[in-house]
């Protein structure tokens, strides 16, 4: 079972795409990209193509194409580790308002004290992010729209990353919520799995809610909003329903079922397989700890890296003597060594 295969709907042409760029920019590394991208890959180099159509920014272009050279080739298992992450998610919200069917916050107990990320401790995250990672994902263990300075934050971080995603429930948002993603985010992802069987896999939701709030995106959408939608499920064996989305978002993908609320239960596998989890991104957690993967729901291997303040940055931690053991491990093929890792359900994936 791959990490990332995903039903994408995207229908860019990759190796085109690699080729219209390479007349335009001089480097040699990311024509081998057409080897190995993600199914997302084709889409940012067409948006960062017709920006480049309207503006002509050449180091914009190439910034583009040399982080998803970084992204990608980690992803792969072609390794390059430098000071960042192409990638940092951060948790704006442990705490969700939707139990899914198949997902950790079935774990009450866990998750019961919990709270919040405080607008300072973004602030700082921001600060120390921007010029140095190129891609953020708002999304780890909960629902970041629940966060009470969500617009704050989507204001402060604006025009600051080549690509800033979200992935919500859908549920909560409101037309000032909209706005404030619609002028700051790139992606937008919405969890919706079906159309008939909603309320059986999102336990506390409301389709019609959450329809009407995809809808209520749809329109309120301008040609000047840089950004890309996408309604994006987990496939459990449930009727195929997304033709149904087409209308309100640009894409529509699935991925596959993954046991992650039961991870901790699985049988012990020995893979001496190399995960490219903590060689490409890093999740920061709400209260500024930090861990390296998100199938590690109670974060058990980021219990002894540094947590993230005004004093310790992202590229300490990122450097960090505990981080760089954990990958080490993983390169010279001791994973089963690492608790979780090795309950892992992907134990013969590169990513
Ligand atoms: C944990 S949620 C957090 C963000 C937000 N609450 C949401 O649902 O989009 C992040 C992503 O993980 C997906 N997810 C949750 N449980 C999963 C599972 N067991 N297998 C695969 N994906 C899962 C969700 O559908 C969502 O796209
Ligand atoms: S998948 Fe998202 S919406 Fe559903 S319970 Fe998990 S965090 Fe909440």
């Given at each position: ?21 390479s ?15 993600t ?20 180091n ?6 040399q ?22 998610h ?18 009450e ?8 990320m ?12 921007e010029?140095n ?16 300075h ?12 080549l ?34 069987e909603?309320?059986?896999?999102r336990?506390?939701?409301?389709f ?9 995106v ?5 040609p ?6 996408r309604?994006?499920g987990?496939?459990?064996g ?14 529509t ?6 046991p ?7 049988p ?21 700890s930090v ?56 134990p013969?994936?590169?990513?």
């Amino acid at each position: 079972m791959a990490r990332f295969k995903s039903l994408c709907t995207t229908e860019e042409n990759c190796e085109k795409l690699v080729r219209d760029i390479s007349t335009i920019i001089d480097s040699d590394n990311f024509l081998s990209l057409v080897d190995f991208y993600t199914p997302y890959t084709p889409t940012r180099l067409k948006i960062a193509l017709d920006q480049y159509q309207i503006d002509g920014d050449v180091n914009k272009l190439e910034e583009e194409i040399q982080a998803r050279y970084l992204y990608d080739s980690n992803i792969s298992g072609n390794i390059i580790v430098k000071d960042y992450p192409p990638l940092v998610h951060i948790e704006l919200s442990p705490i969700c308002n939707y139990r899914c069917k198949f997902c950790f916050q079935q774990d009450e107990e866990h998750f019961k004290d919990m709270d919040f990320m405080s607008l300072d401790l973004f602030k700082i995250i921001i600060d120390q992010l921007e010029g140095n990672v190129p891609y953020i994902t708002f999304s780890n263990r909960g629902e970041p729209t629940m966060n009470p300075h969500f617009i704050e934050m989507m204001e402060y971080c604006r025009g600051k990353f080549l690509d800033i995603k979200i992935n919500t429930n859908g549920s909560l948002l409101t037309r000032d919520k909209i706005e404030s993603i619609l002028n700051t985010v790139n992606t937008l992802a919405f969890s919706v799995d079906s159309v008939k069987e909603y309320s059986e896999y999102r336990v506390n939701g409301n389709f019609e809610r959450v329809m009407n709030n995809i809808k209520l995106v749809h329109e309120m959408r301008k040609p000047h909003h840089n950004i890309v939608t996408r309604v994006s499920g987990v496939y459990c064996g449930q009727e195929d329903d997304s033709k149904y989305f087409d209308q309100y978002v640009d894409q529509t993908s699935f991925i596959q079922y993954h046991p992650w609320k039961e991870i901790y239960d699985l049988p012990t596998h020995q893979s001496k397989v190399l995960c490219t989890e903590p060689f490409y991104r890093m999740y920061i957690l709400y209260d500024g700890s930090v861990n390296s993967c998100d199938v590690d729901y109670k974060a058990v291997i980021g219990k002894n890296f540094p947590k993230i303040s005004k004093d310790m940055s992202v590229k300490d931690v990122w450097k960090s003597h505990e981080l760089s053991r954990i990958r080490n491990m993983h390169m010279s093929g001791k994973r089963s060594c690492i608790y979780p890792c090795n309950k892992c359900p992907f134990p013969e994936a590169a990513g």
